[in-house]
């Protein structure tokens, strides 16, 4: 059994006792909404309840920045259920109504739709529930009902993956895989076009949303490949579309005539770049961005200022450095 379905197994068993786990907390526990709570005369309660939204757990990232998550709090003496919003807007929402039912005392976000968010982040401010906002902000109105966003610094994560693109391919014909329901992808592609502009040789032929997994790439790939007989380059939103994309023009055998670069910095991208299928990828760090997500919740909770919005380090990953990141199997 890999680590990544221990981790999905152990979210689901703790989801099923979470009833119990809620009725063990300190119900006296002080009202924490938005703004920074009360720390005079209170001391933390032991054993709280805290729960997660993400968009999706069918991707080695958030399996990752769960981890950071939960091993923080654990080391505080909480507890932290993990829900899997499967890319829908509408899950997501009843999901954070179930989490503010269970009074948490605070739940971190990763929001399928970065302007869908307001109507759940006005319902956990009517409770009292601090949200911190992980890797996707959301939008710059809806930052008053938050405590803060932690994120990658996707805007940077875009301009090393052109940068790297330019680099080894500079008259490049490219396509762009997109997400655009996503403020992270959003900020990546705004990020990549921003440093192409130095490149004037370079061309987007096209952009296409691909869904941000390896199913959704695969068969808007083929159809690109298609349509773009020319096409020499992507630039993929994150790690699953861009092996979506290797698999396409691998069954074309088309992958030796195309360069790719992407974001993310996965187990499975770096293995790509090792096997020669892919240029680079813009890691990021997902278990770090838990542990500070994680850090900024309790230091809100016990009354401290915190900034509103965190950004977290991104590094460039190619052939010459994938073996430092490469994890033991």
């Known amino acids: 059994m890999n680590k990544a379905l221990r981790f999905l197994i152990s979210s689901s068993l703790l989801l099923l006792f979470a009833p119990l786990l809620s009725g063990c907390n300190d119900s006296s526990a002080p009202g924490t909404g938005p703004g920074p709570a009360q720390a005079e005369g209170n001391t933390a309660p032991e054993g709280r309840l805290f729960g997660a939204s993400f968009q999706t757990l069918n991707n080695p990232f958030f399996v990752d920045l769960g981890k950071g998550l939960q091993k ?124 192409l502009q130095k490149y004037p040789e370079m061309e987007i032929l096209d952009v296409q949303e691909a869904k941000g997994t390896t199913e959704g790439a695969r068969p808007v790939m083929r159809d690109l490949i298609g349509r773009y007989p020319d096409l020499n380059a992507v630039f993929a939103i994150n790690d699953p579309n861009a092996l979506g994309v290797i698999s396409a023009l691998d069954s074309a055998n088309k992958l030796d005539d195309v360069t790719i670069v992407t974001v993310d910095g996965s187990q499975a991208g770096i293995k790509a770049i090792q096997a020669g299928k892919l240029y680079s990828t813009s890691a990021q760090f997902p278990k770090e961005i838990g542990k500070i997500a994680a850090e900024k919740m309790l230091a809100h909770l016990n009354g401290e200022p915190v900034e509103k919005d965190v950004k977290v380090r991104v590094e460039l990953i190619t052939a010459e450095n994938a073996e430092q990141h490469l994890e033991a199997d």
Do not use: M, Y
């Open 72 to 195: 923080e709090l654990a080391a505080h003496g909480d507890e932290l259920i993990i829900l899997d919003a499967q890319f829908n807007s509408l899950k997501q929402k009843n999901d954070l109504s179930d989490l503010i039912l269970k009074d948490v005392a605070g739940i971190f976000v990763n929001p399928v739709n970065w302007e869908g968010l307001k109507g759940s982040l006005l319902e956990a401010q009517r409770k009292n529930v601090p949200i911190i906002i992980v890797d996707a902000p959301v939008k710059e109105s809806d930052e008053e009902l938050i405590v803060c966003t932690v994120a990658s610094d996707n805007v940077r994560a875009g301009q090393l993956a052109a940068g790297a693109l330019a680099k080894v391919n500079p008259k490049a014909k490219l396509v762009v895989l997109h997400l655009s329901v996503n403020k992270a992808c959003i900020d990546r592609v705004a990020g990549f076009k921003e440093t």
